[in-house]
């Protein structure tokens, strides 16, 4: 098993970030077939079939950050995966990040 650990600073204050992160989320459930379960600002999620199988963690926003922290089977290519993950938060934040400063 593999980790991955994605965390992103952002200024965007504590309901923008929980937004995000449930579009992450999301983005993880239409696109790589993961299973999301959201419990306030806690995001579990899971994969139980498909290419990453077996792959679980979680999504938590606060304040300043979003993280992601997965475990992931080594032949799910994590690479490849974490690659996808952080190129979506980079893309979510993105456009408010340009308005920070």
Known sequence: MAQIDIQKQHAIGQGLAQTRAEALASYLASDLGF?????????????????????????????????????VPAESHPDALSTKISAKLAELLGEDQRQVG
């Open 35 to 71: 299973h999301v379960n959201t419990d306030g600002d806690q995001i579990t999620v899971d994969a139980t079939s498909g290419k990453y199988k077996g792959a679980n963690g979680s999504i938590r926003s606060s304040i300043s950050d979003i993280r992601v922290e997965l475990t």
